[in-house]
């Protein structure tokens, strides 16, 4: 069964920082393109982040230019997104996707999700 699992969410104070993973399981990601989004409350689903399948080419929204880092380990299955100087405004459910993808690019859709993981940011 192909499965994708986020960890590392939680609570932190403004200005903080959180390492979230995304783990595949019944599939190796080597030839994935991994995205991240979030969706917070009321809000639409926003793509924040993505890296292409050997980590050469990444792409950030805006919002998280400067403050988060994806990066992929293929050795160990795993695709990361370093999050720094989060705001309260980051507060959302983290996902992230994948798409066998063997381009430098990132694809515009994904047919992998995993279940999403609760970032808050908060004082």
């Known amino acids: 069964q192909l499965q994708l699992v986020e960890s590392g969410g939680g609570l932190v104070q403004p200005g903080g920082s959180l390492k979230l993973s995304c783990a595949a399981s019944?599939?190796?990601?080597?030839?994935?393109?991994i995205g991240w989004f979030r969706q917070a409350p009321g809000k639409e689903r926003e793509g924040i982040s993505c890296?292409?399948?050997?980590?050469?080419?990444?792409y950030y929204a805006d919002s998280v230019k400067g403050r988060f880092t994806i990066s992929r380990d293929n050795a160990k299955n795993t695709v990361y997104l370093q999050m720094n100087s989060l705001k309260p405004e980051d507060t959302a459910v983290y996902y992230c996707?994948?798409?066998?993808?063997?381009?430098?690019?990132?694809?515009?859709?994904?047919?992998?999700w995993g279940q999403g993981t609760q970032v808050t940011v908060s004082s």
């Open positions: 996707a994948a798409r066998r993808w063997y381009s430098t690019s990132c694809p515009n859709e994904y047919d992998q």
């Open positions: 019944g599939f190796t990601l080597r030839y994935y393109a």
């Open positions: 890296i292409n399948y050997s980590g050469g080419n990444t």
